[in-house]
T-cell receptor, first 114, second 116 residues
Framework: AQSVTQLGSHVSVSEGALVLLRCNYS??????LFWYVQYPNQGLQLLLKYTTGATLVKGINGFEAEFKKSETSFHLTKPSAHMSDAAEYFCAVSDGTSYDKVIFGPGTSLSVIP | GAVVSQHPSWVICKSGTSVKIECRSLDFQATTMFWYRQFPKQSLMLMATSNEGSKATYEQGVEKDKFLINHASLTLSTLTVTSAHPEDSSFYIC????????????FGSGTRLTVV
């Protein structure tokens, strides 16, 4: 069975500082990995995803994540935080089979301090 | 492109009544849709996988008779919460996989259900 853990349910950073949100997964098969962002009372928006190929994945809004198989990690980073980045972030995994269900991590709430 | 439209965005209903939530894929065909439930400050929990033209597959612990899912066409899936109770109050989100380069799973905007 697949699972996702996100270290830190809440992260605070100063505006302009580095954003690092941690995600570790477990999967018995090569995974597909995703990062989603959710603003209050809204659905989810895909930031980026890893399927195959290059392990450093660039997404929208300046975010990127690196798939490290040896560490079973897929941490999300952004060099400089913006106030508009304050939201809930979810890491997710699927086993790569079409139409397979996506398992979500518990989420990390990001606060950006002016 | 690849938009999933979910309605209503919020609904308040009385205990004992039923509520229907719709998810439509606007510019693609969704053979499979997923229904999630999210409690405040928590992650999304998969409730069921909706397959066009066949019965939905429910996750363990989800009551099939309470959460009725219908996926009668390639662009529409509905979730009906029957005989709703206050504990059913939650945020419900649908999702579909877009099988096209550059896409993945696209989500509806969610439905906030409050049962009073």
């Amino acid at each position: 069975a697949q699972s996702v853990t996100q270290l830190g349910s809440h992260v605070s950073v100063s505006e302009g500082a580095l954003v690092l949100l941690r995600c570790n997964y477990s999967s018995s098969v090569p995974p597909y990995l995703f990062w989603y962002v959710q603003y209050p009372n809204q659905g989810l928006q895909l930031l980026l995803k890893y399927t195959t190929g290059a392990t450093l994945v660039k997404g929208i809004n300046g975010f990127e994540a690196e798939f490290k198989k040896s560490e079973t990690s897929f941490h999300l980073t952004k060099p400089s935080a913006h106030m508009s980045d304050a939201a809930e972030y979810f890491c997710a995994v699927s086993d790569g089979t079409s139409y397979d269900k996506v398992i979500f991590g518990p989420g990390t709430s990001l606060s950006v301090i002016p | 492109g690849a938009v999933v439209s979910q309605h209503p965005s919020w609904v308040i209903c009385k205990s004992g009544t039923s509520v229907k939530i719709e998810c439509r894929s606007l510019d693609f065909q969704a053979t499979t849709m997923f229904w999630y439930r999210q409690f405040p400050k928590q992650s999304l929990m998969l409730m069921a996988t909706s397959n066009e033209g066949s019965k939905a597959t429910y996750e363990q612990g989800v009551e099939k008779d309470k959460f009725l899912i219908n996926h009668a066409s390639l662009t529409l899936s509905t979730l009906t919460v029957t005989s709703a109770h206050p504990e059913d109050s939650s945020f419900y989100i649908c999702s579909a996989e877009v099988v096209a380069p550059g896409y993945g799973y696209t989500f509806g905007s969610g439905t906030r259900l409050t049962v009073v």
